[in-house]
């Protein structure tokens, strides 16, 4: 049974490397950055000088965690999106004994395992039901959380990865997953100088280029491919018109490269773009909700890297 599971994953793997890099403008998911290596590579990024947004989330989560609880009913059940390692979490729980169960939502199950066993230490009361699936998926919470009210939870400003038309697919999609009573606590990263962006993503250190490289790696491992690390480059451009940083690797010279089995040209300089990173105003993320079956009841802000917290509550 298990081995099944794990083709179904490479298999989907392979399908999205096929058909991105066959794209006229190379593409693949950023999900695919998240493999056990991926997900340390981003914990590593989160210690850098550079990358702001995780400490200035986890400031203001400080900050706001006692509001936050208020508005949180007896017994409820916090669904965390994308979880990781679940240090955002703790604020939560600590400003939040009403919490009864916990559902951490990642795809890598490496890294939900481990934040199973620290949490479980510290949060004995807590009952901890994680499920290994790709959020932007069709969504079952555990039976054990029916009837329960719902919190989501997801941070990190990981809503930034989405176009914004996907975005409120999403948004729409959790509205009716998560249930009429519930409510959705999201993490926006927001628009600031350029110069603060490109760092945050191109660090001195080279961690985000091991990170974004990473999916080189993946593909050599995993999908047969005969990809050199070293002819291509790590890129984070700012795209004013869409307000976004894009990540992209970029071809250093003309080549064939194989993935899965099909052969790939690239020119020199043409790229591979890994990711976006949308940043937002209050009022361009307002409407990014509006029409979704979400209501803006509450945005906190914090001024010194701009970033936000919002909380969304299903409109009746
Ligand atoms: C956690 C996915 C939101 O887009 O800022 C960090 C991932 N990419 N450095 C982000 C990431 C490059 C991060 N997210």
């Not at 395992?113 to 069709?138: C, G, H, M, N």
């Not at 990711?275 to 010194?304: I, Q, R, Y």
Request: one cysteine or more; proline letters at 4%.
């Amino acid at each position: 049974m298990a081995s099944k599971k794990a083709t179904d994953h490479e298999r989907e793997f392979a399908k999205d490397a096929i058909a991105g890099l066959g794209a006229h403008t190379k593409v693949i998911s950023p999900k695919y950055f998240y493999d056990a290596a991926g997900s340390e590579l981003f914990e590593q990024i989160c210690l850098t000088p550079e990358y702001y947004p995780t400490r200035t989330e986890l400031a203001l989560l400080a900050m706001i965690a006692p509001s936050l609880a208020d508005g949180i009913p007896e017994a409820a059940t916090l669904v965390e999106l994308g979880s990781g390692a679940s240090e955002k979490t703790r604020l939560l729980l600590d400003s939040a004994p009403q919490i009864s169960s916990y559902v951490p939502v990642d795809i890598s199950s490496d890294a939900l395992e481990q934040a199973r066993l620290r949490l479980a230490v510290d949060y004995e009361r807590l009952e901890i039901l994680p499920l290994v699936a790709d959020f932007t998926k069709s969504l079952v919470l555990p039976r054990q959380t029916k009837g329960a009210p719902v919190v989501g939870f997801f941070p990190g400003s990981t809503i930034g990865n989405f176009e914004p038309d996907e975005a409120t697919q999403l948004l729409r999609k959790l509205r009716l997953e998560l249930g009429d009573n519930s409510q959705l606590i999201v993490g926006v990263d927001l628009v600031k100088d350029t110069s603060t962006l490109l760092k945050a993503y191109d660090d001195a250190s080279g961690v985000t280029a091991r990170f974004n490289k990473n999916l080189l790696v993946r593909f050599n491992r995993e999908l047969d491919a005969d990809i050199d690390l070293d002819l291509f480059e790590h890129r984070a451009v700012w795209n004013t018109a869409k307000e976004r940083i894009e990540m992209h690797l970029v071809s250093l010279i003309d080549q064939d490269v194989t993935v899965a089995g099909t052969t790939f040209h690239f020119r020199a300089g043409e790229s591979i773009h890994t990711e976006n990173s949308h940043k937002f105003t209050p009022a361009s993320f307002g409407s990014l909700v509006h029409g979704t079956g979400w209501l803006v009841t509450k945005a906190w802000t914090s001024d010194v890297q701009p970033f936000g917290v919002f909380r969304l509550v299903a409109d009746a």
